[in-house]
């Protein structure tokens, strides 16, 4: 908006030329110049003086109309901008593993729904395979799983590797150890992820290498329902740090890294189709699970 467009709007809201000026920090002198100079430049008076301040002529309401349609026609022109761009319209759609659906992807998208509020999601929480298919097929913007080795059709922005442990309470015997081995877990009731769960799946390998039976009092395909069986106190899960860093910042669960020899930790992946056309909308959260990876890392790595 021109400089006449702002204080001739301010004295028609305000209807004084004293008041205006100290709403928008400029002299009242300034103000009054300027409606004095286009009243002059188009021969019309736009304000009609009275000792109780100014009102608008026709000719000022006219005007005032004319400049709030410019507003309104401009504010229409930068949304159709912006939706032309992506960054306020458009669907942001993901495939992704439990333990990531539920750590942190709703506190990523609270982030991106505060900058760009009307973009759509679609989380789909798959397991591994199809994850890779979602994703080698270009169905999704990107997908979060386990690292199933090189590909050319995808590109991985990040990776996280969380190492395998023990969950315990905090009240638990070994909450105050820092590690153990698997050997030490024998005779706990546990509770162990099912095979079609990654961490699952590499703790079966993990303990057929090692020669270790471990008897699970319970089984869960869900990583959720692992936590809150361990938190009402019936066993210790089996689980990555990645799955329960809340709870053991919070000092709820006590985290206890398991360090038997050929227990590697699981390498959650960030990657997309080489393919994709990604959106401003999904390439910020991208960046955000990147971030949050790193500072994942950082906290495994003090922990």
Same mark, same amino acid.
């Given at each position: ?21 100290? !709403? ?109 298919? !979602? ?169």
């Amino acid at each position: 908006m021109s400089r006449f467009s702002i204080y001739f709007e301010m004295v028609a809201q305000t209807g004084s030329i004293r008041q205006a000026a100290s !709403a928008l920090n400029v002299s009242a002198s300034a103000v009054n110049r300027q409606i004095l100079a286009v009243e002059q430049e188009m021969r019309l008076l736009l304000f009609h003086r009275h000792s109780a301040g100014l009102t608008l002529t026709a000719a000022g309401e006219l005007l005032l109309a004319a400049i709030m349609s410019g507003k309104r026609d401009f504010e229409s022109f930068r949304t159709r901008l912006e939706d032309l761009s992506g960054l306020r319209r458009g669907l942001v759609e993901m495939a992704v593993v439990e333990a990531v659906s539920d750590r942190f992807i709703p506190e990523i998208l609270l982030e991106v729904h505060k900058l760009y509020p009307r973009v759509e999601f679609n989380i789909r929480t798959l397991d591994i395979a199809e994850i890779w298919e !979602a994703v080698t097929s270009n169905e999704v913007d990107f997908g979060i799983s386990i690292r199933k080795g090189a590909s050319k059709k995808v590109h991985t922005v990040a990776t996280l590797n969380s190492p395998v442990g023990l969950v315990v309470r905090s009240d638990h015997p070994l909450a105050d150890l820092r590690e153990t081995r698997l050997s030490h877990a024998v005779g706990l009731k546990l509770i162990l992820p099912s095979g079609t769960l990654a961490i699952g799946a590499n703790i079966r390998e993990t303990l057929a290498r090692h020669s270790v039976n471990l008897h699970a009092a319970i089984t869960s395909n869900r990583i959720v329902s692992i936590k809150s069986l361990v938190r009402s106190g019936l066993g210790a899960g089996l689980l990555t740090l990645a799955d329960v860093m809340n709870e053991v910042k919070a000092g709820e669960f006590s985290f206890v890294r398991l360090i038997d020899t050929g227990i590697t930790p699981l390498n959650f992946s960030l990657f997309y189709h080489v393919q994709r056309s990604i959106s401003p909308a999904a390439q910020t959260v991208i960046d955000l699970i990147s971030d949050k990876f790193n500072s994942i890392l950082d906290d495994t790595d003090q922990t």
